[in-house]
């Protein structure tokens, strides 16, 4: 538990002063609380002697003004606590997802997106009940055994004491069952990461599904995975379940143990009708404190559980870390790429994409890269943009190596169109500009460099159609053609193209090429295709096969 608070007091630290406004709500609530059983004590026993009709009416209008107030200070107590743990949640998943964005492609080759996406939801919102309900009602039941403890100790110590004798039977069960409860919730999370990575698999490949009529196959699947969720789910219900029967077994013996004294106490005269009401309501109070903490246990170990697995993402570093001392050119004017003897194999594989790879590219150059696919052309490019760090030799870029680039300033230096682009589910133009300030102008050069131009007319709203998820409303060609349209508007000083036009017919990669021609002519460029005729003007090509440079030259 301990560990648990220091894992959540700095989610804390910028709303301290409105947590600390609350759990002072928490105290004034359950002080107006116990005042109630105390007022009807008094009026009880002032009845047994001689009381008025005033007086009376004075007694019922202090317990509702009482009541009144408790109600108020409790309103304003779920209002700061709850919305202090609403913020929270903002800030966490704002922090996870700024992390997973800053992890390198390694780290996704090993993780399953369904995973993480039920971590960044389903575990954020198991923290969050931690940090509000649990809070609040831990709170609460402790001020509230508190105050009450303190009054009915007033009232009679010995029937206080039998109260107090379930104290040690209730801890024992809430360590046992807790224990319990948090494997019970770690298993059960991480059988609904499984089944949401599996759901967001067929969902990704459903037209794999259709044409391969795997409908069966992955019903099976989903079936399996969903009988083991519920299988975890059971067992935590088992344990959950198992919690509260027990609690209000000890406090219904308790109850019964105060009738049987207490009724004595009366009969023999030490023990007034009213002090056995007030006490009695008092024990009322208790019930659902005691009975909550059950809940309250469950809900903490379950947020531990899914706490654990976030900070299992927020504990992972990136293996491609800026260098602490930077060589960045600033000039322009020297854009070369070099690799030395560069070697990569990529994680949990044993045979490497690449192979004592050497070549150099010139500033203003075009380089033609020619393979088969799994050849290995992919591979040189992200090792350009430090996507992954060569195994052996070395990467440069302007005669510096990558590894002592800054990352962000590396790629912002060089505009890539990967063989399958990526859209997202916005308009043709934001996919272009794609967060950059771009003029209509800028846009309508990059459109008619990429030939996207001629397809302009049959989108219903032009460049600010809705491409959906994925680009799904475009064929394979115009994404393509968007996505060269998103690097040449950026102006960067190195392009690399990656099978870039391998979706378009052959009349437009002839018209795309003689655009891109003249817009590349001065930078560093970079083609990879498997056509050499696509590169029949660069100045040098070379032949992959299995990760090996088999022939270079040029174009006859």
Same mark, same amino acid.
């Given at each position: 538990m301990i560990d648990l608070i220091k894992k959540l007091a700095p989610y804390y630290k910028p709303y301290r002063t409105t947590v600390l406004l609350g759990l002072l709500f928490v105290i004034l609530a359950n002080a107006f609380k116990v005042l109630s059983p105390w007022v009807l004590r008094y009026s009880i026993n002032e009845i047994e002697s001689d009381i008025s009709a005033v007086q009376l009416w004075q007694f019922a209008g202090m317990i509702v003004a009482v009541a009144s107030v408790a109600g108020f200070f409790t309103y304003l107590m779920r209002k700061k606590v709850i919305t202090v743990s609403r913020e929270i949640e903002y800030d966490m998943r704002q922090k996870l997802l700024n992390h997973l964005l800053y992890l390198d492609p390694a780290f996704y080759d090993r993780s399953r997106i369904g995973d993480l996406m039920t971590r960044s939801t389903m575990d954020i919102e198991q923290v969050r009940m931690i940090l509000g309900p649990g809070l609040m009602y831990t709170t609460n039941t402790i001020f509230g055994f508190l105050f009450a403890m303190i009054l009915m100790f007033?009232?009679?110590?010995?029937?206080?004491?039998?109260?107090?004798?379930?104290?040690?039977?209730?801890?024992?069960?809430?360590?046992?069952?807790?224990?319990?409860?948090?494997?019970?919730? !770690?298993?059960? %999370? &991480?059988?609904?990461?499984?089944?949401?990575?599996?759901?967001?698999?067929?969902?990704?490949?459903?037209?794999?599904?259709?044409?391969? !009529? %795997?409908?069966?196959?992955?019903?099976?699947?989903?079936? &399996?995975?969903?009988?083991?969720? $519920?299988?975890? *789910?059971?067992?935590?219900?088992?344990?959950?379940?198992?919690?509260?029967?027990?609690?209000? $077994?000890?406090?219904?013996?308790?109850?019964?143990?105060?009738?049987?004294? #207490?009724?004595? +106490?009366?009969?023999? #005269?030490?023990?007034?009708? #009213?002090? +056995?009401?007030?006490?009695?309501? +008092?024990?009322?109070? $208790?019930?659902? @404190?005691?009975?909550?903490?059950?809940?309250?246990?469950?809900?903490?170990?379950?947020?531990?559980? =899914?706490? &654990?697995?976030?900070?299992?993402?927020?504990?992972? %570093?990136?293996?491609?870390?800026? @260098?602490?001392?930077?060589?960045?050119?600033?000039?322009?004017?020297?854009?070369?790429? =070099?690799?030395?003897d560069v070697s990569f194999t990529y994680p949990k594989s044993e045979t490497?994409?690449?192979?004592?790879?050497?070549?150099?590219?010139?500033?203003? *150059?075009?380089?033609?890269?020619?393979? !088969?696919?799994?050849?290995?052309?992919?591979?040189?490019?992200?090792?350009?943009?430090?996507? +992954?760090?060569?195994?052996?030799?070395?990467?440069?870029?302007?005669?510096?190596?990558?590894? *002592?680039?800054?990352?962000?300033?590396?790629? *912002?230096?060089?505009?890539?169109? @990967?063989?399958? @682009?990526?859209?997202? =589910?916005?308009?043709?133009?934001d996919n272009i500009t794609i967060g950059g300030d771009f003029s209509d102008d800028e846009v309508n050069r990059a459109v008619e460099i990429s030939r996207l131009v001629q397809d302009l007319d049959s989108f219903p709203n032009g460049l600010d159609t809705e491409v959906g998820e994925r680009g799904i409303t475009l064929s394979g060609g115009q994404k393509q053609r968007v996505a060269i349209a998103r690097a040449v508007i950026r102006d960067s000083e190195m392009l690399i193209f990656d099978d870039a036009l391998s979706a378009v017919d052959a009349q437009t990669e002839e018209m795309i090429l003689s655009n891109l021609n003249k817009y590349i002519e001065g930078r560093t460029a970079i083609i990879i295709t498997h056509r050499t005729t696509s590169v029949h003007n660069a100045d040098e090509i070379i032949v992959l096969a299995d990760g090996m440079i088999v022939e270079r030259g040029r174009h006859v």
């Open positions: 007033a009232i009679s110590v010995p029937l206080t004491l039998i109260v107090i004798t379930i104290g040690p039977i209730v801890a024992g069960i809430v360590f046992v069952i807790g224990r319990l409860l948090h494997k019970a919730s !770690r298993e059960s %999370q &991480d059988s609904l990461s499984s089944l949401s990575a599996l759901v967001q698999e067929n969902l990704a490949g459903i037209r794999i599904v259709k044409a391969f !009529r %795997q409908h069966d196959e992955q019903e099976r699947r989903f079936a &399996d995975q969903s009988q083991d969720l $519920l299988d975890k *789910k059971m067992k935590l219900v088992l344990f959950q379940g198992a919690f509260m029967p027990v609690i209000i $077994l000890l406090f219904g013996v308790a109850v019964a143990a105060i009738m049987l004294v #207490g009724g004595w +106490y009366i009969i023999q #005269g030490t023990l007034r009708v #009213g002090d +056995y009401v007030a006490f009695t309501g +008092y024990l009322m109070m $208790l019930t659902w @404190p005691m009975v909550s903490i059950g809940w309250v246990v469950s809900l903490v170990q379950r947020g531990r559980a =899914s706490m &654990d697995r976030i900070n299992e993402l927020l504990d992972t %570093q990136t293996e491609l870390a800026d @260098p602490k001392n930077l060589e960045t050119p600033e000039s322009r004017t020297n854009a070369s790429i =070099s690799f030395n490497p994409a690449l192979r004592n790879i050497k070549f150099e590219l010139e500033a203003g *150059k075009l380089l033609g890269i020619v393979g !088969r696919v799994g050849s290995g052309k992919s591979t040189i490019t992200a090792l350009i943009s430090r996507l +992954y760090d060569a195994t052996d030799g070395s990467v440069m870029v302007n005669d510096v190596d990558v590894r *002592k680039w800054s990352k962000n300033d590396l790629r *912002k230096r060089i505009a890539i169109v @990967p063989q399958d @682009p990526l859209l997202f =589910s916005t308009s043709i133009r």
